[in-house]
């Protein structure tokens, strides 16, 4: 190790306070099963979470929602990321009852920390799941948060709660961890023990006790990130990178519909350069890049810095909804189609492809949008709950829709639908029903006069 690089390592060890139980005590403890994880939150993050872990660790997890802890207890995924086989051979058991949160030692953190009506944090979910670990937190114990926040959240929201409730003292009698959740919904390639984890840590101990716990089952290993703070950052900026990336590609294919000219065709020319980065446009929803730039937007406004590039990057990829709508309506106009007996069919109202989640979804949006303008709009998805997206959004879907359509949107596509050929849509339509394919990448597969894309 260079003097240079010494240096810098005594910097961040000497910037934690030393904890009263001794370092890894608590690790040997929990890899020998005489000491209990708990995870809070059983979605898309926590579950995997929790199955990975109960590989080498005995591992208990809480959710409020009971309906979703029975399926479990059969083995049963209720988000369809985790197949049967995944729960054999685990260490792992699910209740719906807080009192078990009194067995554990050590926490995760990984509930939704969504937005509210007006784009602001909604913290109520982390703030419930951090007073029920309050109830039940003992002397020498840790706590990791891996839900989405702003820089400085853990400190200044969550350890209040903690100390306030348990009556303990913060990197005295406990200690907390962040650790951003980093997992891809409908992913197969990068799953949690193949993404490396960035962990952190209130103490030195903690740090290196967080490391351990997660190294255990991260094949891709850990990046030990010097303060929590820096955690939570890095965790927003995976996100709001991606929504700023994508926002140009909106607004640039807003600009290439003016100039009737194929945003596709321009990406794939200009993607020749070796050092062109490949984004493209289409919805921004979900309940990541759509939501977690907002958690920085409003901490950078109550520091009085206006983020003005976020901002506008989130007002370019909320106007796609309009900009759709426009789009469609002026063909459908043009090919003389009286509005008031229009029908459209929208394939795909998941918030992604090959996921049942609609959480945040755009093209629920779109489709209220449509609707709204006058449209008979049918939606169909062969991978959601149809009671759920009823119960959010007022919308029914059909598993299988029969008539014939004036337009087609394939809003979202599902591996059901990549295979489908122009004669398959044709079954729902005719040689004049306008396709808008919204990713663009299928305009090989219909007839230019018929074919829309951004």
Known sequence: MSLAQLKTENQVVAQFPKLAYKKNKLFNKLINKKENIAVVGLGYVGLPLAVHMAAKFKVIVFDVNENKVMQLMQHKDPCEELPEEEFKGKDISFTSNEEILKDAKFYVVAVPTPIDDLKKPNLLPIKSATAA????????????????????????????????????????????????????????????????????????????????????????????????????????????????????????????????????????????????????????????????????????????????????????????????????????????????????????????????????????????????????????DLMVDAKEVKRHYGIQVEKSPSGEFDAIVLAVDHEDYKHLSYYDYLKNGNEETIIFDVKGDKKDKFPSEVYMSL
């Open 133 to 380: 670990i309050a109830k039940h937190l003992k002397k020498g114990d840790c706590i990791v948060f891996e839900s989405t926040v702003y820089p400085g959240c853990t400190e200044e929201v969550c350890v209040p709660i903690l100390e306030r409730i348990s009556r303990l003292k913060f990197n005295e009698d406990f200690t907390v961890g962040y650790s951003p959740e980093r997992i891809n919904p409908g992913d197969k390639e990068h799953t949690f023990t193949k993404i490396k984890k960035i962990v952190s840590g209130s103490t030195k101990e903690a740090l290196e006790l967080i490391a351990n716990v997660y190294e255990s089952v991260v094949i891709a290993g850990v990046h030990r990130a010097p303060s929590l703070k820096v955690a939570e950052a890095a965790k927003v900026v995976e996100n709001i990178q991606r929504d700023v990336n994508i926002g140009l590609m909106n607004e640039l294919s807003q600009i290439f519909s003016v100039l009737d000219i194929n945003t596709k065709d321009v990406l794939k020319a200009a993607g020749t350069k070796w050092n062109f980065h490949n984004y493209f446009p289409g919805l921004v929803g979900g309940h990541c890049i759509g939501v977690d730039p907002y958690y920085l937007i409003s901490k950078a406004k109550e520091m009085k810095y206006a983020p003005k590039l976020l901002e506008q990057a989130r007002e370019v990829n909320e106007s796609m909804i309009g900009h759709i709508a426009l789009q469609l309506e002026r063909r459908l106009y043009n090919k003389r189609f009286r509005k008031n007996n229009v029908s459209v069919l929208v394939k795909g109202i998941a918030f992604k492809e090959n996921v049942n989640d609609i959480r945040n979804s755009k093209t629920a949006e779109l489709c209220l949008e449509l609707t709204r303008r006058g449209y008979n709009v049918v939606v169909e």
